[in-house]
């Protein structure tokens, strides 16, 4: 069975620091699309960050500078590092792995930065 577990979130003032963890087990991690996306209340999910297998990174234009996704192929885990985090970066962020035609999700980790 395919299972993303997402770790790390909680409760940071703004100008603080989160690392995220997701830990997959099921797929072959090394030739994955590992993404992270959040989603606040009441808004529509939207994408964060992604890392192909071989490493090449991308960010939404409201993150980069801040945020750095990562991965580890001998842990089957990918990360991202939240730096300087503003009150808007408040949701619950989940992770996705995408393999070929499928594409999976993790049940999310909630961070809230507070003001």
């Known amino acids: 069975q395919v299972q993303l577990v997402e770790s790390g979130g909680g409760l940071v003032q703004a100008g603080g620091s989160l690392r995220l963890s997701c830990a997959t087990s099921?797929?072959?991690?090394?030739?994955?699309?590992m993404g992270w996306y959040r989603q606040a209340p009441g808004k529509q999910r939207e994408w964060v960050a992604d890392?192909?297998?071989?490493?090449?990174?991308n960010y939404a234009d409201s993150v980069k500078g801040r945020f750095t996704i990562s991965r580890d192929n001998v842990k089957n885990t990918v990360y991202l590092q939240m730096n300087t985090l503003k009150p808007e970066d408040t949701a619950v962020y989940y992770c996705k792995a995408t393999v070929a035609i499928y594409q999976y999700w993790g049940q999310g980790t909630q961070v809230t930065v507070s003001s």
């Open positions: 099921g797929i072959i991690f090394r030739i994955s699309t």
């Open positions: 890392i192909t297998s071989g490493g090449s990174t």
